[in-house]
């Protein structure tokens, strides 16, 4: 079993900068999938950034410029840098980590983005 503990979201002013973690625990596989997902009020999950465990990374066109994902293979850890950060950012961002057939999901920080 894996647990994902995610930490670092909050309130920040639009242009502003935030940083959200998450430490994934447990059986960890040496070849995995881990990244972010938001939820938005009234809006489906929809993908952020995600990066494998060979460093190759995947961005929604909405944070294309703005939004870093990186990971640190020895603490299990993955990161997301949000700089520039805009209204329609304001979410739930939800860590995930896929590896093999399974996929976890973290319980999910708050980011709320005032204009």
């Known amino acids: 079993q894996v647990q994902l503990v995610e930490s670092g979201g909050g309130l920040v002013q639009a242009g502003g900068s935030l940083r959200v973690s998450c430490a994934a625990s447990?059986?960890?596989?040496?070849?995995?999938?881990m990244g972010w997902y938001r939820r938005a009020p009234g809006n489906e999950r929809e993908l952020v950034a995600r990066?494998?465990?060979?460093?190759?990374?995947t961005y929604a066109d909405s944070v294309k410029g703005r939004f870093t994902i990186s990971r640190d293979n020895a603490k299990n850890t993955v990161y997301l840098q949000m700089n520039g950060l805009k209204p329609e950012d304001t979410a739930v961002y939800y860590c995930?980590?896929?590896?093999?057939?399974?996929?976890?999901w973290g319980q999910g920080t708050q980011v709320t983005v005032s204009s």
């Open positions: 995930h980590l896929s590896q093999g057939t399974s996929t976890y």
């Open positions: 447990g059986r960890i596989f040496g070849f995995n999938v």
């Open positions: 990066i494998i465990s060979g460093g190759i990374t």
